[in-house]
Nanobody
Framework: QASLVESGGGAAQAGGSLRLSCAAS????????MGWFRQAPGKEREGVAS???????YYADSVKGRFTISKDNAKNTLNLQMYSLKPDDTAMYYC????????????????????????WGQGTQVTVAL
């Protein structure tokens, strides 16, 4: 059973920082590709960052240099550290993962930030004020 539970969202001032975490079930954490998406009201869902099993990371241009994605293998947790937050970062943030049995797809497609993930969390809200 795939399980992804996000935490760490909240309110921040522009220029501030937040750290999102995503607790994954053991099998889900074995996924070859995991990432974070976000969706703001009235906007399309946007791939923010992703990470593959070799530790390679990928970022949307809008967050490069400000956000860092990482995996804590001891805790089966996917993290997103966000610095220099902007009001445009306000959105619901979702943790996502490919099915751990579908490594072939990741080998074929890579693990870009806008990967078409199979498993999704419920989301955590991030609100950035001026």
């Amino acid at each position: 059973q795939a399980s992804l539970v996000e935490s760490g969202g909240g309110a921040a001032q522009a220029g501030g920082s937040l750290r999102l975490s995503c607790a994954a079930s053991e099998n889900t954490f074995r996924s070859s590709c995991m990432g974070w998406f976000r969706q703001a009201p009235g906007k399309e869902r946007e791939g923010v960052a992703s990470i593959d099993n070799d530790g390679y990371t990928y970022y949307a241009d809008s967050v490069k240099g400000r956000f860092t994605i990482s995996k804590d293998n001891a805790k089966n947790t996917l993290n997103l550290q966000m610095y220099s937050l902007k009001p445009d970062d306000t959105a619901m943030y979702y943790c996502a993962a490919e099915n751990f049995q579908n490594a072939e797809a990741v080998r074929a497609l890579g693990c870009p930030a806008d990967y078409r993930f199979v498993h999704w969390g419920q989301g955590t809200q991030v609100t950035v004020a001026l």
